[in-house]
């Protein structure tokens, strides 16, 4: 079992920045893939990032160059760097873990936080 709360959320102008993070508690956080999805008011969830157990990545095409994922296996903490925001980019963003890469990058991860909300606005 894998406990996520997510925290960082907030408004920010386009342009800005901010950095999401995940804790992880309840089991060895360093076997799982983990990955940040979100979800806009009336759209899709999406995948935005994810990381493998080794630390390799894969980021969606929109927030390439923009947004940095990592992990601290010895903080038991995920991280979301994002970097030149714009208003597309507000939604709901979730930590989410599986013991498979697979089921990070479909979108079906077996554990989610409760997400954190991100408004780009001026």
């Known amino acids: 079992q894998v406990q996520l709360v997510e925290s960082g959320g907030g408004l920010v102008q386009p342009g800005g920045s901010l950095r999401l993070s995940c804790a992880a508690s309840?089991?060895?956080?360093?076997?799982?893939?983990m990955g940040w999805t979100r979800q806009g008011s009336g759209k899709e969830r999406e995948l935005v990032a994810a990381?493998?157990?080794?630390?390799?990545?894969d980021y969606a095409d929109s927030v390439k160059a923009r947004f940095t994922i990592s992990r601290d296996n010895t903080k038991n903490t995920l991280y979301l760097q994002m970097n030149s925001l714009r208003p597309e980019d507000t939604a709901v963003y979730y930590c989410?873990?599986?013991?498979?890469?697979?089921?990070?990058?479909?979108?079906?991860?077996?554990?989610w936080g409760q997400g954190t909300q991100v408004t780009v606005s001026s």
């Open positions: 989410n873990a599986d013991h498979t890469y697979r089921a990070v990058i479909v979108g079906t991860p077996h554990y």
């Open positions: 309840g089991s060895i956080f360093g076997i799982y893939a």
């Open positions: 990381i493998t157990s080794g630390g390799s990545t």
